[in-house]
């Protein structure tokens, strides 16, 4: 298991990192990895190790340290595109006692569900529809238990210059931003090469990051947008420090680990020895443009190509786990090249035709007419399972909790866009 590092930031203020077409008005569905990597590479120019940071990571095959896009988080709870294969539910990994309540449920609306609920549906479990709403203005799905605020919300800021002299306001700008509820913010996981990589690389990624806290990430940072307050770090082993229920029901042997799926936690270019098999596995595509921002080139508005890459949440069908590689999005005549990172951060999923019987992680209320037909039974095929494996499947089933009856409807998330606003 290699060294991984999982960082959050808790923003003091509004984010901007702006959509595909570049319209004011909207901003991008998440932070994502290869702005992350341009807003370090800003860093480490900075702090004045940008050629070892370049030979470590866009000039290598093999980098240093990968890592996922930014997710947004509320208290305790990570949230993250959910593996295609796996989202929406199919009817068998969710239970309820209302069929009619089934049909007014809008999965495909939450673009973020809990970690800890990817946890449950890939080890095989069922959820308990009532247990969860659709936040519409974030697009997370929430626990309908637990009263809270959307995470965060998107909306639109007005800005004017206002002359000293004769007091009059010109050149009013309207831009869109995201705002983060005070308990919510964005989280991303690093995960290093081995550990002379970590030995190198996470004090000065970790100074990166505190830097970016205070010069702020995405657009307008001159308008102090885009700051955080200090961020805060958790070490451990890659993929346990993330899913680690779910890695320790794999390695017991709970759920088959041979297959050959691949779930993205950040945005990917394929390298030409990654034998992806694009028949398979389903996966969405992007495209990301963005300006140049360079030392050689200050003041200018220069544009990037434009780079078609795999989306977060996609999952692919591949032997070994893809890699990719950082494309060279510099345009014609440039002086030096401009590097967007396809370098994948992938977890690999579980085959669900083998699962423990431990039974649905969530079960019907007991005062439902239904409890009486469902007590000892499961959707899933029981299979013989060690005490260990047993154990790792109970420490996922405490994740959840029953919930009270929900309301009668409820609203679907909003569209997303993409591109990037803070770039080298």
């Known amino acids: 298991m290699q060294p991984a590092v999982l960082f959050r930031l808790r923003p003091l203020g509004p984010w901007r990192f702006g959509p595909g077409e570049g319209g004011q008005h909207q901003v991008d569905a998440l932070f994502r990895s290869d702005r992350l990597y341009s807003a370090l590479t800003l860093a480490a120019q900075s702090l004045g190790f940008l050629e070892e940071w370049l030979d470590a990571t866009a000039r290598r095959q093999t980098p240093a340290v990968v890592f996922s896009s930014l997710f947004p988080y509320q208290g305790d709870t990570l949230f993250a595109p959910p593996p295609l294969t796996i989202w929406p539910p199919p009817a068998s990994s969710v239970t309820s006692p209302s069929p009619v309540f089934l049909s007014k449920m809008r999965w495909e609306a939450a673009r973020f569900i809990p970690v800890t609920t990817i946890e449950t549906l890939l080890s095989g479990q069922s959820i308990l529809a009532e247990q969860w709403i659709v936040d519409a203005e974030s697009g997370c799905l929430l626990r309908r238990d637990r009263p809270s605020q959307s995470p965060f919300r998107v909306v639109t800021r007005t800005r004017a210059g206002v002359d000293r002299i004769s007091q009059a306001s010109a050149h009013v700008h309207a831009s869109a931003c995201v705002e983060f509820e005070s308990s919510s913010g964005l989280w991303s996981i690093l995960r290093f090469r081995d550990e002379a990589a970590e030995a190198d690389w996470s004090d000065r990624i970790k100074a990166c990051l505190r830097l970016l806290a205070d010069t702020g990430f995405g657009g307008h940072r001159r308008s102090g947008w885009g700051q955080t307050a200090d961020p805060e770090f958790r070490s451990g082993r890659w993929p346990g420090l993330l899913t680690p229920a779910l890695d320790r029901l794999m390695r017991a042997g709970g759920v088959n680990g041979d297959a050959s799926l691949f779930w993205l936690l950040s945005l990917y270019s394929p390298a030409p020895s990654d034998s992806v098999d694009w028949s398979l596995g389903n996966y969405g595509l992007v495209i990301r443009g963005g300006r140049i921002q360079s030392s050689a080139h200050a003041g200018t508005d220069t544009l990037k190509k434009n780079a078609r890459m795999v989306a977060e949440g996609s999952v692919l069908s ?31 999923l579980p085959n669900l035709k083998e699962i423990t019987g431990t039974g649905p992680v969530e079960t019907t209320p007991p005062d439902s007419p239904l409890e009486a037909e469902r007590e000892g039974k499961t959707d899933a095929e029981e299979v013989p399972a060690t005490q260990e494996t047993q154990e790792a499947a109970q420490e996922i089933q405490e994740t959840q909790e029953p919930a009270p009856e929900p309301p009668a409807s409820e609203a679907p998330g909003e569209e997303e866009s993409e591109r990037p606003d803070h770039e080298i």
């Open 318 to 348: 591949v032997g070994q786990e893809p890699v990719g590689t950082a494309v060279d999005v510099a345009p014609d005549g440039f002086p030096h090249p401009v590097y967007r990172l396809g370098f994948s951060l992938s977890l690999k």
